[in-house]
């Protein structure tokens, strides 16, 4: 049965307007900002109309995104883009800030906080967000989003010769699982000389962002970025101290696992040392697996396993197959990576992706799959900030789903190769955690030493890397050892939005621990968890989800040690 999710009635504004009429908007603001407001039902009722206000443009920002990361070439999406967030984000935030000032100094706001507790973790987020906000700030954070364009559009723009062909970075994917070692050596180079060509380019761009970013700092009263960042995170529950203890939990749990997981690895491949090109082949010798060979075979993949994992989300995923919320396949002038975004005036997820026929490339379809179960279950609020969950949260929900898929594998694939990408799966979400500990520090570092030349920062990474990642030869390729925190687009895009990928990921694999002894229950509260969205704190969150909110050293040890029975 198919789901269905109609697009909510339009409630405010009551007649269609533009939400990039910037007259418009400021006309809609002005009528919210004057309205009289006698008792506290009046001012639920005004809440409401912001929260649907709200709505409309950050669904038109969206689609916006969205037509821009699907073609970056098409300069009409580009400007499109490039005028909501010049033109209409630094207004929004602006006119939000004074409505949001409006609401917290009403007379009845004390008497719906106290009748409606639903609104604690709202009014919390808000309260912290007019403490942060600049006026300043909106307009550089709007010439940073700008930046990250060209990082995209050199990114996305990067291609290689391969027999006559040109392919993109992201169809070099199943090359580099090859067992013919001299061709992915050969890829490898390939793509390395490539991203050469734009590292100047990249270390520019980063330098402007950060000199950006530091202002942004400046202006908010802050030490440095990352205090800023970390509140517009609205990271309650931990801040930099639980992040660098994180680093060291993983350098004393998770680096020796990977150590022995590389020392598997370049046993099986009977190689003296590993190399960057052995990281992706199979190592027991399995040419590379082509379970689909287009956009339409991928969806009937991840259909028939989302089913397997439960027929609801099977019903969802083709939901979005029918109603234009997919693109999957990699092509020429797409942006790079994966995501889902959530279309919040139809209440819709969108899944954005780079597939090319790789076994890897449907995990992140499953993965964007869980965001957007997670978007369709988080629906039903009205308060627009509820169907948005932390960041944190948002991960358990695409992570779990790739475990939880991954234990069906071998009921749609021959055997041997579902258990390969099995254990596979688990291997990466073990060598996650010394990546994520990779970036984070990265960026603590970035952050707290400001005035950093671009020699600097690759110093740092080639440190960084040495202490997480200190099984790659780099003999001959050193040039290129300090360079790939510009692989990283999040670096540039989001900064500070990694360490959710581990703290999810101990989530993640604690649901799959729940999955593996009761399927049925571990589904119940990760729906459970899900339909909370955001409107319950972290611990809560993880609580209703049927895990704990812990990444302390206890716990890593914990998971390093049931990954380490399971693979080894």
């Not at 990921?505 to 968890?529: F, H, M, S, T």
């Amino acid at each position: 049965m198919t789901a269905t999710y109609p697009i909510p009635a339009v409630r405010y504004p009551a007649t269609d307007f533009d939400p990039t009429d910037t007259e418009q908007l400021s006309n809609i603001c002005d009528e919210l900002e004057q309205r009289s407001i006698g008792s506290a039902d009046e001012l639920q009722a005004w809440l409401l109309d912001l929260m649907d206000f709200a709505s409309r443009i950050g669904g038109e920002g969206s689609r916006r995104n969205v037509a821009h990361a699907r073609d970056t070439t098409d300069k009409e999406a580009e400007a499109a883009f490039h005028v909501f967030v010049s033109q209409v984000g630094p207004l929004v935030a602006t006119r939000f800030n004074g409505l949001e000032k409006k609401l917290m100094s009403s007379p009845y706001l004390a008497e719906l906080e106290n009748r409606d507790n639903s609104l604690q973790i709202y009014l919390r987020n808000t309260r912290l967000d007019l403490e942060t906000f600049n006026e300043e700030n909106t307009q550089l954070g709007s010439q940073d989003t700008q930046i990250y364009s060209e990082y995209a559009k050199h990114i996305g723009g990067l291609s290689i010769e391969h027999e006559g062909k040109q392919l993109t970075i992201q169809q070099t994917g199943p090359l580099m699982e090859s067992q013919d070692r001299e061709l992915r050596e050969s890829i490898w180079r390939k793509v390395d000389a490539a991203r050469k060509e734009i590292r100047q380019p990249l270390q520019d761009i980063y330098d402007r962002m950060l000199a950006l970013r530091e202002k942004m700092a400046k202006n908010a009263g802050e030490p440095s970025y990352r205090e800023l960042r970390f509140k517009q995170y609205h990271r309650f529950d931990y801040g930099p101290k639980e992040c660098e203890a994180f680093h060291e939990a993983v350098a004393e749990h998770f680096v020796p696992l990977a150590s022995k997981l590389n020392a598997k690895r370049k046993q099986k491949l009977g190689l003296d040392a590993l190399r960057p090109w052995d990281m992706q082949v199979d190592p027991d010798g399995a040419d590379a697996f082509a379970p689909y060979k287009d956009e339409k075979e991928l969806i009937d993949l991840g259909t028939r396993i989302f089913e397997r994992v439960d027929t609801g989300f099977a019903d969802d995923f083709r939901f979005m197959a029918e109603h234009d919320c997919l693109d999957l396949w990699s092509r020429p002038g797409k942006a790079p990576g994966g995501f889902q975004a959530t279309i919040d005036d139809t209440r819709r997820p969108f899944i954005f992706a780079n597939s090319a026929g790789s076994p890897r490339d449907i995990r992140t379809v499953l993965h964007e799959g869980g965001h957007a179960f997670h978007a369709l279950l988080a629906r039903h609020f009205d308060v627009q900030d509820y169907r948005h969950s932390p960041l944190e949260f948002a991960e358990v929900a695409s992570m779990a789903m790739e475990l939880m898929c991954a234990e069906h594998l071998h009921e749609i694939w021959p055997a041997d190769e579902a258990e390969r990408s099995r254990i596979d799966q688990i291997e990466r979400a073990a060598s996650l955690f010394p990546s994520v500990a990779m970036i984070d520090a990265f960026q603590h570092w970035i952050y707290t030493h400001p005035g950093h030349s671009q020699e600097d920062r690759v110093t740092k990474w080639v440190e960084i890397t040495e202490r997480f990642s200190p099984d790659l030869d780099y003999s001959g390729i050193e040039d290129s050892k300090g360079y790939g925190w510009q692989r990283v687009l999040h670096l540039f895009k989001v900064p500070f939005y990694y360490i959710e990928y581990a703290i999810a990921q101990i989530g993640a694999l604690q649901v799959w621990r729940n999955y593996r002894k009761d399927p049925e229950k571990a589904i119940a509260e990760y729906r459970a968890g899900l339909s909370l969205g955001g409107s319950r704190p972290l611990p809560e969150l993880f609580a209703t989800a049927g895990v704990r909110f812990d990444f302390g050293s206890e716990m890593l040890g914990e998971l390093a040690a049931m990954i380490e029975e399971e693979v080894l």
